[in-house]
């Protein structure tokens, strides 16, 4: 199962310090807690890499439920219709390739701030894609998908909120 695995720590001293991708830094004066706290920190991100995976593959789901609108042979091409298609396919391949690289990455020095800053990333796009959705679904007065649509728009604004204030405070 793929996982976050934070490492990386400065040691200035007698002081061991942690810089995390959400702005804080935690100082720690002993080596233990220092890889205690990196430890907490993976598990949270990792669950926050399978909350993020989940409302991926739903949005994907829904959007290849819609995927059958876009026809592009109609005799009236509706030009919103193709600039959302591909702005959601570029967005998909985005969030793809941020999976992939924050899943294999762990041993780059800057992983720590680049796995918070990847995850804001994924979360942008995926709010791209349904807000996209939304519009697409509107036309076609499907309340239903609009509903869960404003579900996972909802879980992501809660998962980055559990991001930016993921350990505020120093620990010392």
């Given amino acids: 199962m ?19 991708g959400n702005h804080t830094v935690h100082t720690f004066k002993s080596y233990k807690s220092t890889i205690k706290f990196l430890s907490e920190s993976s598990k949270f991100l990792t669950e926050k890499l399978h909350f993020y995976n989940n409302v991926y593959s ?8 819609t995927w059958l609108y876009f026809d592009y042979n109609c005799k009236v ?6 600039i959302y ?12 390739d941020v999976f992939d690289k924050v899943s294999t990455r762990s041993l780059f020095d800057d992983y720590n701030n680049y796995t918070f800053r990847a995850f804001l990333l994924i979360s942008d796009e995926l709010k791209s ?3 996209c959705l939304k519009n697409l679904y509107k036309s076609k007065s499907v309340p239903s998908i609009i509903f869960q649509l404003d579900f996972l728009l909802d879980f992501l604004i809660n998962i980055n909120n559990d991001l930016n204030n993921y350990s505020v405070k120093t620990a010392l």
Avoid: A, C, P, W
Wanted: proline content about 0%; cysteine-free; overall charge positive.
């Fill in 2 to 20: 793929r996982q976050i695995k934070l490492s990386y720590f400065n040691k200035t001293g007698n002081l061991y310090t942690v810089k995390l």
């Fill in 58 to 65: 739903s949005t994907f789901n829904l959007y290849r439920q």
């Fill in 77 to 82: 091409l509706d030009k919103n219709m193709y």
């Fill in 85 to 96: 298609d591909r702005k959601i396919r570029e967005s998909f391949s985005v969030i793809e």
């Fill in 129 to 131: 894609v349904i807000i």
